[in-house]
Nanobody, 126 residues
Framework: QVRLEESGGGSVQAEGSLRLACEAS????????MAWFRQAPGNEREGVAA???????FYGDSVKGRFTISKDNAANTLYLQMNDLKPEDTAMYFC????????????????????WGQGTQVTVSS
Protein backbone atom coordinates (compact mmCIF):
# COMPACT_ATOMS: atom_id res chain seq x y z
CA GLN A 1 0.00 0.00 0.00
CA VAL A 2 1.49 3.29 -1.14
CA ARG A 3 1.77 5.85 1.64
CA LEU A 4 2.99 9.43 1.30
CA GLU A 5 3.19 11.74 4.31
CA GLU A 6 4.15 15.39 3.94
CA SER A 7 5.62 17.57 6.67
CA GLY A 8 7.42 20.88 7.06
CA GLY A 9 4.72 23.34 6.15
CA GLY A 10 4.03 26.44 8.20
CA SER A 11 3.76 30.20 8.19
CA VAL A 12 6.63 32.38 7.03
CA GLN A 13 7.18 35.95 5.96
CA ALA A 14 7.95 36.88 2.37
CA GLU A 15 11.55 36.18 1.34
CA GLY A 16 11.75 33.46 3.95
CA SER A 17 12.45 29.75 3.45
CA LEU A 18 10.83 26.42 4.24
CA ARG A 19 11.81 22.82 3.59
CA LEU A 20 9.08 20.31 2.94
CA ALA A 21 9.57 16.57 3.32
CA CYS A 22 7.55 13.61 2.06
CA GLU A 23 8.13 10.24 3.69
CA ALA A 24 7.22 7.38 1.36
CA SER A 25 6.46 3.74 2.03
CA UNK A 26 4.82 0.73 0.42
CA UNK A 27 6.50 0.91 -2.96
CA UNK A 28 10.02 0.77 -4.50
CA UNK A 29 10.94 4.44 -4.02
CA UNK A 30 13.98 4.29 -6.33
CA UNK A 31 11.85 3.19 -9.28
CA UNK A 32 9.15 5.84 -9.01
CA UNK A 33 8.96 9.40 -10.31
CA MET A 34 8.07 11.87 -7.58
CA ALA A 35 6.64 15.36 -7.64
CA TRP A 36 5.35 18.26 -5.60
CA PHE A 37 2.08 19.97 -6.45
CA ARG A 38 0.24 22.82 -4.80
CA GLN A 39 -3.31 24.07 -4.66
CA ALA A 40 -4.56 27.41 -3.42
CA PRO A 41 -8.23 27.95 -2.57
CA GLY A 42 -10.26 28.40 -5.74
CA ASN A 43 -7.38 27.34 -7.97
CA GLU A 44 -6.56 24.13 -9.79
CA ARG A 45 -3.80 21.92 -8.50
CA GLU A 46 -0.54 22.85 -10.25
CA GLY A 47 2.78 21.11 -10.66
CA VAL A 48 5.65 22.69 -8.75
CA ALA A 49 8.59 20.34 -9.25
CA ALA A 50 9.27 16.76 -10.29
CA UNK A 51 12.23 14.42 -10.00
CA UNK A 52 12.92 11.44 -12.19
CA UNK A 53 14.32 8.05 -11.25
CA UNK A 54 17.80 9.15 -12.25
CA UNK A 55 17.57 12.42 -10.33
CA UNK A 56 16.72 14.69 -13.27
CA UNK A 57 14.59 17.59 -12.10
CA PHE A 58 11.83 19.67 -13.65
CA TYR A 59 10.23 22.86 -12.36
CA GLY A 60 7.19 24.98 -12.95
CA ASP A 61 8.00 28.40 -14.35
CA SER A 62 6.80 30.25 -11.25
CA VAL A 63 9.30 28.53 -8.93
CA LYS A 64 12.42 28.16 -11.11
CA GLY A 65 15.47 29.51 -9.36
CA ARG A 66 13.73 29.59 -5.96
CA PHE A 67 12.68 25.99 -5.24
CA THR A 68 14.81 22.83 -5.31
CA ILE A 69 13.46 19.30 -5.37
CA SER A 70 15.63 16.44 -4.14
CA LYS A 71 15.31 12.94 -2.78
CA ASP A 72 17.10 10.58 -0.43
CA ASN A 73 16.66 7.08 -1.79
CA ALA A 74 18.12 5.48 1.34
CA ALA A 75 15.57 7.27 3.53
CA ASN A 76 12.66 6.98 1.06
CA THR A 77 12.12 10.71 1.43
CA LEU A 78 11.38 13.49 -1.04
CA TYR A 79 12.22 17.11 -0.26
CA LEU A 80 11.32 20.56 -1.50
CA GLN A 81 13.56 23.42 -0.46
CA MET A 82 11.69 26.68 -0.93
CA ASN A 83 13.62 29.94 -0.81
CA ASP A 84 12.61 33.55 -1.42
CA LEU A 85 9.00 32.67 -0.72
CA LYS A 86 6.28 35.00 -1.97
CA PRO A 87 2.67 35.47 -0.84
CA GLU A 88 1.54 33.83 -4.10
CA ASP A 89 3.28 30.63 -2.98
CA THR A 90 0.62 30.24 -0.29
CA ALA A 91 -1.12 26.91 -0.88
CA MET A 92 -1.55 23.35 0.27
CA TYR A 93 1.46 21.38 -0.97
CA PHE A 94 1.08 17.76 -1.98
CA CYS A 95 3.55 14.98 -2.64
CA UNK A 96 2.82 12.61 -5.53
CA UNK A 97 4.35 9.41 -6.87
CA UNK A 98 3.89 7.09 -9.80
CA UNK A 99 5.63 4.48 -11.90
CA UNK A 100 6.34 6.03 -15.28
CA UNK A 101 7.32 4.03 -18.39
CA UNK A 102 11.11 3.86 -18.78
CA UNK A 103 11.21 6.33 -21.67
CA UNK A 104 8.84 8.87 -20.15
CA UNK A 105 10.33 11.55 -17.87
CA UNK A 106 8.69 12.73 -14.68
CA UNK A 107 5.86 15.14 -15.43
CA UNK A 108 4.10 18.07 -13.80
CA UNK A 109 0.47 17.31 -14.59
CA UNK A 110 -1.99 15.94 -12.06
CA UNK A 111 -3.29 13.13 -14.27
CA UNK A 112 0.16 11.54 -14.46
CA UNK A 113 0.15 10.61 -10.76
CA UNK A 114 -2.10 8.09 -9.04
CA UNK A 115 -0.64 8.30 -5.54
CA TRP A 116 -0.99 11.37 -3.34
CA GLY A 117 -0.31 12.51 0.19
CA GLN A 118 -2.72 14.50 2.35
CA GLY A 119 -0.82 17.75 1.98
CA THR A 120 0.91 20.31 4.17
CA GLN A 121 -0.10 23.97 4.33
CA VAL A 122 2.33 26.74 3.44
CA THR A 123 1.33 30.32 4.21
CA VAL A 124 3.50 33.27 3.19
CA SER A 125 2.70 36.72 4.53
CA SER A 126 3.85 40.00 3.03
Amino acid sequence: QVRLEESGGGSVQAEGSLRLACEASGFPFNNYCMAWFRQAPGNEREGVAAIDRDGSTFYGDSVKGRFTISKDNAANTLYLQMNDLKPEDTAMYFCAADLFPPTVPAGLTVREYANWGQGTQVTVSS
